[in-house]
Each structure stands twice: as structure tokens, then as C-alpha cells.
């Protein structure tokens, strides 16, 4: 294959608006000999031209990267010009300043956790020099953790501190009571969300050698016996249990809520050896062992079965024909269970290079492709991305149940997804595999002459001329995500919860910070990918 050729498909593809897109890209040809790397920066500038088009493109993406974090601040006491600290306190999280139709104005356990979570990438993104410029923030996110040692301790509908069973609970009121409405609880995935936050809080303080602020919370011993500690016990004991899921609707086991508690467990062990804690530290291990068993275990959780290509969000629905287990809940639960390449990776089932992971968001956008008809454009279009939903059977239409719609946080999960796979393959310096179990993905981009089965894997050699341009097909894959929200933001850059599967307009919570967490997220992984190819 000439260089030209690839060169004109990929240029062709780059112009995501315009109807004729190329179905293969390439022929798969065994002639994958390494060329030099100018003839790669030539590709590279090829692939984004610095047309019009392109650099507006860029100058979006940097206004509304700054939008996304300022949505975000703007929706957490002490950071926020806009909330009444009278009425929200330092280090709240509120969901959405909406307060009626629907009403988010209250903190989600795992909404913050996640939120929490952005601004420490951001964080520790930063040199020392900048890094300690950061007095305020650092004291708003310990604010965030008094907050949270406060709410554990008090007892609520999902129960009580004292036998950890009241750390199930969800939701608080902004003021940090409780909220005691009728809800769907206990939901399982906040003790690990959280804590896995604060571990990383506290990484991060380690490594710009930066003491602990707060009066209250003294030193990180304290942040671990007092408020790590109880969010792991609640894991220990309760991992096995069915419980509400992120989506709030079903009292079941399921993929997220359980692979972000192993991940939990996971950084608890490596803080209770630190912190001397054996008892827990042994429960942890244990722990560990067995979850990690019941997540890859067809027979024991029921994530994966031989008859199905993607992840089952919720086996017992799967199970009795009420759903297709196809979810947004997975590619979450895989980007949040996995921050390294040395540990998590290796010790984590289900990193985003997974099939059955990779395999989820290829059966996501051929579903919500024709879903929803603001996708229909793309219909006959291979690898180009579309609007994505929470899950195909969705009905809630964010403020009442009638119908489900597109989503921002899963478009962008769909868009940190690609851009964290093109990353981890070139910082690995891995060769692309390519087998029956992940053929579906990879086929949208090339064409496999060979049928490959699991004897008979396809390898495109790691830094050859079709691994690269491979990679900046992905990249492009990515970018069309990306040029989805672009579309349904509004004017002002602002985004809601979900965007109207008819219409396109943004519709349920507006300024939802989970929708700029998982928008900033995104875009930080395009930079970072970028970097390296
Ligand atoms: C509100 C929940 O937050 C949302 O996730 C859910 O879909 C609806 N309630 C269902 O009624
Ligand atoms: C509804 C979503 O389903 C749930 O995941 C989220 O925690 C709340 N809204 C608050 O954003």
C-alpha cells in the first residue's frame, strides 16, 4: 500500500462531516516495515490539517476544556462565585444547581468521588512550582474529606456507622444532613469511589511532599483509620450483596459497583501494609482473592458468558430476557477501576484493552446508532462515533421515565475509552493483537483478510507503518466522539445531562458536574495520547 493512499483515506476520513467516509481503510498485508519519523509527522499533519475547520476545532476544544473545569468549580462550595456558601458549605459537591425538574441539587456519594477525582489529575498533572500554588483547592478537597468523615458517621435509611451499613448510602443534602426520601439504596458503589479517591489525594500529596492542612483531619494516618478504613470494611463486608446500581434503579449485583470495589480494595491493601494495619490488611487480601474470582467467574457474577462478545452490566436482568446487559455502566466501571499501567493493569481484570471491554463500546454505538435518530446520519458508517446512551433499554428522559436519551458522560467515556487504548498500546510498546475476540473493533478500521481464531492471531507489529496509521485511525474514531458533544453543547459551552435523541438539545440536570468531569477527563486523555504518538 502506498503511503499517498493512506494518506487520502485518512484525510477523507478526518472530515467527519462529510457523508463519504472510506468502510476500510487498508488491506492487512504482512509488509509492516517501520518507516522514519518524519514520514510520520507527515502523516500526523495530514491527519489534522491545519485547515480552517481543524484549528476551530482545537479552539473549541481548549475553551470548552476550560469550561468543563470552571462548570466544575462552579458546583462545589468555597470554589464556586455562584453558590450561596450560606448554603453550601466548602468542599460540597452538588450534583446540578438544578433544584426542580428535575431536582440534583444534593450531593451523590459518587458523583463527588469521581469530581473529586478530575481535579487531582489536574493536580497531579502539575510541577512542585505549580503544585504549590494550589493552596486553595488543596483546602477545599480537604474540606471535601471532613465533609465525608462527617457523613459516614451519620446513621440513615441505608443504616448505621456502627455496623458500616449506613456507608451504602447515596445521597446527602447539601447542607451534610440526611436525606431521608424514599430512594433506591442502599447503592454500593460509593465507599469504594470515595475511598479510592482519598488514596489518591493522598498519593498525590506524597509525591509533592505536601503536609496535610486541615486541623481536623491532622495527618494521613487519620485520613486512613477514619475515613479509608470504614469505607473498606463496608467493601469487606458487603461485596457479595446485591444492591442499587450507579443508574439508582436496580437492586442487583453489578459490574461497576463491583469493579470499582475491587479496585478499592486493591489501594487498601497497599495503605493498610503502610499504615501497619494487618488485621484489615489480611480481610483485604481475602477479599481481594474472592471478587476478583466472582467478576471473572462466568458461574459466580455472570459478567461474561462463551455466548456473548460484550460485558453484562447486570446478569440477574440478562439472565430473565429483561435486558441485554449492553451498559455505559461497564466502560465507567473499566476507566475507574484502572489508573496505572504497573498494578492495576496487571492485577485488575477488564482494562480497556479487554474484548469483552472493547467489544461493549462497539455494540453500544451499533445499537444507538439506530436508537436514536440523531444518529442516523451515521448509519453505514464503520468507525465513526455517535451519541451513546446509559444502556439501550433506558426510559428515563431525565426528568420523568418516557424515553431514554444520549448522554454526555457516556459519549465522553466512549472518547477517553479510544484514547486511553491507542495509549496504553504505544506506551507498552505493545504489538496489536488481533483475534476472533477483539475482530469486531479492530475490522472496523482495516480489513482482515485472514479469519482469525484464536490459533491464528493477526500481529501488526508495534511502530510499523500500519500500527501507526492504525493508531491515528483510533485517534479519529476518538475525535468523532468528541465532535458529538461539540454539537449538542450549547451556546455558551454548557452541558446538561443528557441531549434529546430527536432533537439534539440538551434536556434533564443542567451544568451537570458529572458531565464535566467526564468531559475534562476525556479531553486530558487526547492530550496525554497525543503526546505519544
Ligand atoms: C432518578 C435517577 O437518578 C435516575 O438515574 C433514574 O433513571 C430515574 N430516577 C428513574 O426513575
Ligand atoms: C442520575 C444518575 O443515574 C446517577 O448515576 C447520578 O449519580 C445522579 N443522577 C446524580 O447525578
Given amino acids: 500500500m502506498k503511503l499517498s493512499n493512506i494518506l487520502i483515506y485518512t484525510f477523507a476520513f478526518s472530515q467527519c462531516s462529510s457523508t463519504i467516509l472510506p468502510q476500510r481503510i487498508f488491506q492487512l498485508s504482512p509488509s509492516t516495515t517501520s518507516y522514519s519519523h518524519s514520514l510520520f509527522d507527515d502523516l500526523i499533519s495530514y491527519f489534522y490539517p491545519s485547515s480552517t475547520q ?51 441539587f444534593y450531593q451523590w456519594i459518587r458523583d463527588l468521588a469521581i469530581t473529586i477525582k478530575t481535579l487531582l489529575c489536574h493536580l497531579n498533572d502539575m ?49 451534610n444532613t440526611v436525606f431521608n426520601e424514599s430512594w433506591g439504596r442502599p447503592q454500593r458503589d460509593g465507599p469504594g469511589l470515595r475511598s479510592s479517591t482519598i488514596m489518591y489525594y493522598l498519593k498525590l500529596i506524597d509525591k509533592f511532599n505536601a503536609p496535610i492542612q486541615s486541623q481536623i483531619l491532622k495527618n494521613q494516618k487519620f485520613i486512613y483509620f477514619k475515613v479509608i478504613r470504614p469505607d473498606l470494611m463496608y467493601i469487606v463486608q458487603n461485596w457479595q450483596k446485591p444492591g442499587f446500581d450507579l443508574w439508582e434503579e436496580i437492586n442487583s449485583i453489578h459490574f461497576f459497583t463491583s469493579i470499582t470495589q475491587l479496585k478499592a480494595i486493591k489501594d487498601g491493601i497497599e495503605f493498610a501494609a503502610k499504615y ?15 471478587l476478583k474470582l466472582a467478576i471473572e467467574s462466568q458461574q459466580q457474577f455472570g459478567f461474561t458468558s462463551s455466548v456473548i462478545s460484550h460485558i453484562i452490566e447486570c446478569p440477574n436482568l440478562y439472565k430473565i430476557g429483561h435486558r441485554s446487559g449492553l451498559d455505559a455502566a461497564t466502560l465507567l466501571g473499566s476507566i475507574h477501576s484502572h489508573d496505572d499501567y504497573q498494578s492495576d493493569s496487571s492485577m485488575i481484570p477488564f482494562d480497556i484493552d479487554n474484548p469483552y471491554v472493547i467489544n461493549t463500546l462497539v455494540a453500544m454505538v451499533n445499537d444507538m446508532k439506530f436508537r436514536y435518530p440523531i444518529n442516523h446520519n451515521k448509519i453505514g458508517l464503520l468507525g465513526v462515533g455517535v451519541g451513546i446512551g446509559r444502556y439501550p433499554e433506558d426510559i428515563y428522559d431525565g426528568v420523568h421515565t418516557s424515553e431514554g436519551n444520549p448522554w454526555f458522560i457516556s459519549t465522553a ?11 496504553k498500546y504505544i506506551t507498552l510498546r505493545q504489538d496489536i493483537v488481533i483475534t476472533a475476540a477483539n475482530r469486531g473493533f479492530f475490522s472496523q478500521f482495516i480489513s482482515i483478510d485472514e479469519e482469525p481464531n484464536d490459533g491464528n492471531a493477526v500481529v501488526i507489529e508495534f511502530n510499523s507503518v500500519m500500527y501507526r496509521t492504525l493508531m491515528l485511525q483510533l485517534a479519529l474514531y476518538a475525535d468523532s466522539f468528541l465532535s458529538v458533544i461539540k454539537t449538542h453543547v450549547d451556546g455558551e459551552g454548557r452541558m446538561s445531562e443528557q441531549f434529546n435523541k430527536y432533537t439534539g438539545y440538551m434536556q434533564g440536570a443542567k451544568e451537570l458536574t458529572w458531565s464535566y468531569s467526564a468531559f475534562w477527563n476525556a479531553v486530558r486523555w487526547r492530550e496525554r495520547t497525543l503526546q505519544v504518538m
Fill in 54 to 104: 481543524q484549528d476551530d476545532f482545537e479552539a473549541w476544544l481548549v475553551q470548552e476544556k476550560i469550561i468543563s473545569f470552571e462548570g466544575i468549580f462552579n458546583n462545589i462550595g468555597g470554589l464556586s462565585k455562584i453558590l450561596d456558601p450560606t448554603i453550601v458549605e466548602k468542599g460540597v459537591v452538588i450534583a446540578s444547581p438544578s433544584t426542580s425538574y428535575p431536582n440534583y
Fill in 413 to 423: 467515556t466512549a472518547l477517553e475509552l479510544v484514547y486511553r487504548l491507542i495509549h
Fill in 127 to 175: 510541577t512542585q512550582d505549580e503544585f504549590e500554588q494550589q493552596g486553595q483547592l488543596l483546602d477545599v478537597i480537604e474540606s471535601f474529606i471532613e465533609n465525608n468523615y462527617q457523613l459516614q458517621r451519620l446513621d440513615n435509611l441505608s443504616g448505621t456507622f456502627a455496623d458500616k451499613s449506613g456507608l451504602g448510602e447515596p445521597k446527602f443534602n447539601v447542607d
Fill in 276 to 290: 501497619k494495619d494487618y488485621e484489615l490488611q489480611d480481610q483485604l487480601i481475602t477479599a481481594f482473592q474472592q
